[in-house]
């Protein structure tokens, strides 16, 4: 495995990493497994989050008696002071560890700078945990290019790593990332195979990896095999090719940039649609001829895109802005066809 530098951090990690949300849809002890594969192909870094549910407590049982071994970044939702140095020491607790090398204030917006940042912010809290020896480095991650600019003019001293969505069609973050990587600043390429989209993982990671404009990425991982996908990447980062680059450009064109990218931040929907589970289940309608297969599984669903109320708290929550009550329409009427 090549290791690359995460910024001033200093910390070198495996250019490909792992990301710690679909741990929480198996046991614990699909993630000792995951995790023994990890360290057997030398993917050290691993991703999760406070809000991940489970994900921090069965990283922490799987890292017993080998914490060393790994980097360990998590992060929480929270703003004030005392709420995240609380965060923090439960963060500690579930993942059984004295240490966690990166903190991340996570899903930053414009708004909660002069909280997050100010006398009682959660900023002061993750200063103090790392004074008192409890984290190792401060970052942030955030969603929309504005907030990401916002954070690089007035806030890049003080934060150590930037995670950002990137992939082949989600770009939009490229100048300011580049320019986060100029200050030196870790940069963490979130969402690399844009939710589950790119079925091509191994050109996403490549994409990634070959853009200059991540450190890392940390595509999510849900068991054995995809450790082993995408640590594969890691010995592969030859120059794009030509069929590459003409495939990236296919895929550009057939995804455009609204679609949803499942991050589940629109729920909970006032009336209980699963607004992501809809859209997947209209793209196999769509393009993967399963449409039987589809149909099944949105007649199964007890609530579904014609139930929409056009209430609209899901589209204040999207961090994409993707207009939701749309989506759902045309999802509406594909199945009603
Ligand atoms: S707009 Fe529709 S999908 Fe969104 S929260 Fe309201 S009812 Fe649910
Ligand atoms: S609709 Fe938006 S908030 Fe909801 S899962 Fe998709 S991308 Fe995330």
Same mark, same amino acid.
């Given at each position: 495995?090549?290791?690359? /530098?995460?910024?001033?951090?200093?910390?070198?990690?495996? +250019?490909?990493?792992?990301?710690?949300? +679909?741990?929480?849809?198996?046991?614990?002890?699909?993630?000792?497994?995951?995790?023994?594969?990890?360290?057997?192909?030398?993917?050290?870094?691993?991703?999760?989050?406070?809000?991940?549910?489970?994900?921090?407590?069965?990283?922490?049982?799987?890292?017993?008696?080998?914490?060393? /071994?790994?980097? &360990?970044? =998590?992060?929480?939702?929270?703003?004030?002071?005392?709420?995240?140095?609380?965060?923090?020491?439960?963060?500690?607790?579930?993942?059984?560890?004295?240490?966690?090398?990166?903190?991340?204030? %996570?899903?930053?917006?414009?708004?909660?700078?002069?909280?997050?940042?100010?006398?009682?912010?959660?900023?002061?809290?993750?200063?103090?945990?790392? %004074?008192?020896? @409890?984290?190792?480095?401060?970052?942030? =991650?955030? %969603?929309? !290019?504005?907030?990401?600019?916002?954070?690089?003019?007035?806030?890049?001293?003080?934060?150590? =790593? !930037?995670?950002?969505?990137?992939?082949?069609?989600?770009?939009?973050?490229?100048?300011? &990332?580049?320019?986060?990587?100029? @200050?030196? *600043?870790?940069? !963490?390429?979130?969402?690399?195979?844009?939710?589950?989209? &790119?079925?091509?993982?191994?050109?996403?990671?490549?994409?990634?990896?070959?853009?200059?404009?991540?450190?890392?990425?940390?595509?999510?991982?849900?068991?054995?095999?995809?450790?082993?996908?995408?640590?594969?990447?890691?010995?592969?980062?030859? +120059?794009?090719?030509?069929?590459?680059?003409?495939? !990236?450009?296919?895929?550009?064109?057939?995804?455009?940039?609204?679609?949803?990218?499942?991050?589940?931040?629109?729920? +909970?929907? =006032?009336?209980?649609?699963?607004?992501?589970?809809?859209?997947?289940?209209?793209?196999?309608?769509?393009?993967?001829? &399963?449409?039987?297969?589809?149909?099944?599984?949105?007649?199964?669903?007890?609530?579904?895109?014609?139930?929409?109320?056009?209430?609209?708290?899901?589209?204040?929550?999207?961090?994409?802005?993707?207009? *939701?009550?749309?989506?759902?329409?045309?999802?509406?009427?594909?199945?009603?066809?």
């Amino acid at each position: 495995m090549q290791y690359v /530098r995460l910024g001033k951090t200093g910390l070198n990690v495996s +250019p490909v990493a792992f990301g710690g949300i +679909p741990i929480q849809r198996g046991t614990a002890e699909d993630t000792k497994a995951i995790v023994d594969k990890m360290e057997e192909l030398g993917m050290n870094y691993i991703d999760t989050a406070r809000g991940y549910t489970v994900s921090e407590e069965y990283l922490g049982a799987a890292l017993q008696g080998r914490r060393e /071994r790994f980097i &360990l970044a =998590t992060k929480s939702m929270v703003r004030d002071c005392s709420g995240m140095k609380k965060e923090v020491d439960v963060s500690l607790e579930k993942l059984r560890t004295d240490y966690i090398d990166l903190y991340q204030i %996570h899903n930053i917006k414009t708004a909660d700078f002069e909280q997050v940042f100010g006398e009682e912010g959660a900023y002061k809290a993750l200063l103090e945990a790392r %004074h008192e020896g @409890k984290i190792g480095h401060i970052g942030i =991650t955030a %969603h929309s !290019i504005d907030d990401l600019k916002t954070i690089l003019s007035e806030h890049a001293d003080q934060i150590e =790593t !930037i995670m950002f969505p990137f992939n082949l069609v989600e770009i939009q973050g490229e100048a300011a &990332l580049k320019e986060a990587k100029a @200050k030196d *600043i870790g940069t !963490i390429a979130m969402k690399p195979l844009a939710g589950g989209n &790119l079925e091509d993982w191994r050109l996403a990671l490549r994409f990634v990896a070959l853009s200059g404009t991540c450190d890392i990425s940390i595509p999510g991982m849900g068991d054995v095999e995809e450790v082993e996908k995408n640590a594969s990447v890691c010995c592969d980062l030859s +120059p794009l090719t030509e069929e590459e680059r003409t495939e !990236i450009e296919r895929l550009r064109k057939e995804l455009g940039n609204q679609f949803c990218r499942r991050c589940g931040y629109c729920a +909970p929907c =006032t009336v209980g649609i699963d607004i992501p589970t809809n859209f997947v289940f209209a793209n196999y309608l769509r393009k993967y001829g &399963l449409a039987d297969w589809a149909k099944d599984r949105y007649a199964s669903l007890k609530v579904n895109a014609s139930d929409c109320i056009q209430c609209g708290v899901c589209e204040e929550r999207c961090p994409y802005d993707l207009p *939701i009550m749309d989506m759902l329409k045309k999802v509406e009427e594909d199945f009603a066809r």
